[in-house]
């Protein structure tokens, strides 16, 4: 087998590659050829592969498998995978057959990069009930008579390193268009992927009952361009969008293919790779005594570092832990002990960030020197920003850095865990959690009113039993016939006091109003002086134009102040008549009063204590009056109360429910290898 390139993976672990496993050669009759092109002719031959290699090199197709019809062409697929090669595109060998089993179907073969295509067309030729006739006429073929498809794939399978898909399953040849979907069900168990099929054809597989529902989550459902010219390479679109698939490897195989396409929800994904805009730590360098001159660039979807023991991984989670400052959660000491040990004095760790705000990324640079505090500087590391470390990231994305050690201790911090299992969840939980606080501070906030309404409430009582006193003393007095005598003096009383009450919220107004204007000409007058400080080519805009205008605006609103002082004063000073000429008019009734109070003192009555008790019964009513709308506010509030208990219960049990949900498709998702409970 011919080794591969390395330098097709730049970075460590996995990477995101568009592969395209359904290409044709130019050998193939249903290929479109250039007018005139002549390819009996080697120098036709080499250019046309050439504009081949540059269509691929254009569409960014890294990975390929030509996938001719019932053989390999074997002069035109080593050219290809050749020049392809030398531009560090890799193209496998396939073969797209063209078999009848009643009805025609096209099934495709993608095999090992490095492999014997003549091993595997001798091998495709002898499937045939007349293997001595040649599969292949020039760019023509013809069809292979199979009585056993399923033996033909499972027989592939154990002669090859191969992985097998159906192309096309819906148009002509396309086994949901040529099979029932009982048999299409039964084939799909043997294959590795099928070309692009709606929701609508899934339901009607998985309605058979031949495979589970859940079969597509293992099973991937890929797109190819299977161009039928040069320019149709990497081109050709469905609904609109280009027909690409995205695979995640972390190596150039088969092996790495059947990997990505049995954990499709992962590793595939069709039409636009993922975009990795979430913050994450892209590199770390380490300069120092035991771990010295390192630098690791970071995968942006790494979060484990798996190796031998003994090899560096505690050091390096260390060295990333003590230099963005993170939270150590057992054995401080020690461990800040052991990065200055394995670092040395003097020692600089480095560590990259990318920050992302939507899709726009900010890098930012944390370097620390054993001994001394992080700092934070830009990409160019020729600005210090002042911020710790963890300010780079979102409050909710910093990082959690776990040493091997601490997880005994942090298994019993319930309080983390539970931390630790929102942040595996993500956002969905976080707005759970984010609405369940705000109804905690919600019932907080009604307990704190109803508490304060309690307060005022609890005098009541003391007001309510007042009034029934007074209301006695004066029916006492009303079967004395006092009330009549004093009934025209209880009337001046209260009207006097309406006249008062608009004197002196005249005299308010005309208070507040001064103030007001007071300020602004203090404001306006305050921002002169800057305005003569001017040093700019423009200044003379302020310090001319605009102060003119500041000094037209005090004149102005000096005369209104004195205009409006001048109204509110002629008018209090009119009241103030008013008030004199009130005086005056009371006095003879309030002589006629004085001679009633004297006939009452002489029949043994207080005319004065049924002024009083007036006066309060006045006063107090209007405080009953309130305290009798707060009961109703505290019964608002009650119910407010019981409804947001039944909220946070409702979000508490949702809360529980989504961890409980998140956790099964999480423990789904790791098969067993790792299982997360929530109690």
């Known amino acids: 087998m011919e080794d591969i390139k390395s330098d097709l993976l ?5 990477a995101w590659f568009r592969v395209d496993l359904h290409l044709h050669s130019p050998g193939v009759g249903s290929f479109k050829l ?39 062409r074997t002069d035109w697929f080593n050219l290809i995978q050749k020049k392809a090669y030398e531009e560090g595109i890799y193209i496998f060998p396939g073969i797209e057959l063209s078999v009848n089993i009643g009805r025609k179907i096209h099934v495709s073969f993608i095999f090992e990069y490095g492999e014997n295509t003549e091993a595997i ?18 760019r023509d073929h013809r069809d292979i008579d199979l009585k056993d498809i399923d ?26 268009k040529e099979l029932d979907p009982k048999k299409v069900a039964e084939l799909l168990q043997l294959a590795d992927a099928i070309e692009y099929v709606y929701e609508k054809d899934i339901s009607r597989i998985i309605s058979t009952g031949k495979i589970r529902p859940e079969f597509f989550n293992s099973f991937a459902v890929i797109e ?27 190596s150039v195989s088969i092996d790495a293919f059947k990997i990505a396409l049995h954990d499709p929800e992962i590793r595939i994904r069709l039409y636009n790779k993922p975009d990795f805009c979430y913050d994450n730590i892209s590199s770390i360098e380490i300069n120092g005594r035991f771990l010295k001159d390192i630098r690791i660039e970071l995968n942006p979807e790494m979060t484990t570092l798996i190796g031998g023991r003994g090899v560096g991984k505690s050091a390096l989670i260390e060295a990333l832990r003590y230099a963005l400052d993170l939270p150590v959660y057992s054995d401080l000491s020690f461990r800040t002990d052991f990065v200055t040990s394995v670092v040395g004095s003097g020692g600089e760790i480095k560590v990259k960030v990318n920050r992302y705000f939507g899709e726009k990324k900010q890098e930012y640079v944390v370097k620390r020197i054993i001994g001394h505090m992080p700092q934070v500087y830009n990409a160019d590391e020729n600005d210090i920003y002042p911020i710790e470390p963890k300010e780079i990231f979102d409050e909710r994305s910093i990082p959690i850095v776990i040493g091997q050690k601490e997880l005994y201790f942090l298994s019993i911090n319930t309080e983390f865990l539970l931390h630790l299992v929102d942040e595996l969840i993500g956002t969905e939980i976080q707005k759970d959690i984010l609405k369940f606080k705000n109804l905690i501070g919600a019932l907080e906030e009604n307990g704190e009113r109803i508490r304060d309404i309690e307060k005022k409430l609890s005098k009541r009582e003391e007001y309510e039993q007042r009034l029934k006193t007074i209301e006695a003393h004066i029916k006492t007095y009303d079967n004395l016939k006092v009330k009549e005598k004093l009934r025209s003096h209880t009337d001046l009383m209260e009207d006097e006091k309406k006249l008062n009450d608009v004197k002196e919220r005249i005299e308010e107004f005309l208070i507040k109003f001064t103030e007001l204007f007071e300020q602004a000409i203090d404001s306006i007058e305050s921002l002169i002086p800057s305005l003569k400080d001017s040093r700019s080519h423009l200044k003379d805009i302020l310090i001319t134009d605009t102060s003119v205008v500041l000094e037209q605006l005090l004149e102005d609103l000096k005369e209104s ?13 009119v009241l103030n008549d008013l008030v004199e000429k009130w005086n005056d008019g009371k006095k003879p009734l309030i002589k006629e009063i004085n001679k009633i109070k004297r006939e009452l003192e002489n029949q043994g009555l207080s005319p004065e204590n049924y002024e009083s008790i007036v ?33 946070i219960r409702g979000a508490r049990s949702k809360i529980f429910k989504t961890r409980q949900k998140k956790l099964e498709e999480i423990n789904k998702e790791l098969k067993d290898r790792l299982q997360i409970d929530i109690k």
Do not use: W
């Not at 730049?10 to 996995?14: H, L, Q």
């Not at 190819?224 to 972390?250: A, H, M, Q």
């Not at 009953?624 to 608002?636: D, R």
């Open 224 to 250: 190819n361009s299977d161009p039928k010219s040069i320019e149709e390479i990497g081109t050709k679109t469905r609904d609109g969008k280009v027909r690409s698939t995205y695979f995640k490897l972390s």
């Open 34 to 72: 250039p007018s005139g092109m002549n390819i009996d002719s080697d120098k036709n031959r080499i250019g046309l592969v050439e504009r081949y290699i540059e269509q691929l090199k254009s569409e960014n197709i890294k990975i390929g498998a030509i996938t001719d019809y019932q053989q390999i």
């Open 151 to 176: 033996f033909v794939l499972r027989d592939v399978k154990n002669k090859f390193s191969c992985i097998i898909y159906f192309p096309h399953p819906t148009d002509n040849s396309g086994i949901l």
């Open 615 to 647: 006066n309060e019964k006045i006063n107090i009513q209007p405080i009953i009056e309130k305290l009798s709308k707060l009961t109703e506010q505290q019964e608002e509030l009650l119910n407010e109360r019981e409804k947001i208990k039944n909220n």
């Open 561 to 573: 102040k004195n205009n409006i002082d001048n109204v509110f004063k002629s008018k209090i000073n």
């Open 10 to 14: 730049s970075i460590n672990g996995s």
């Open 121 to 138: 067309n001798k091998y495709i030729l002898s499937l045939d009930e007349n293997p001595h006739t040649p599969l292949l006429n020039k």
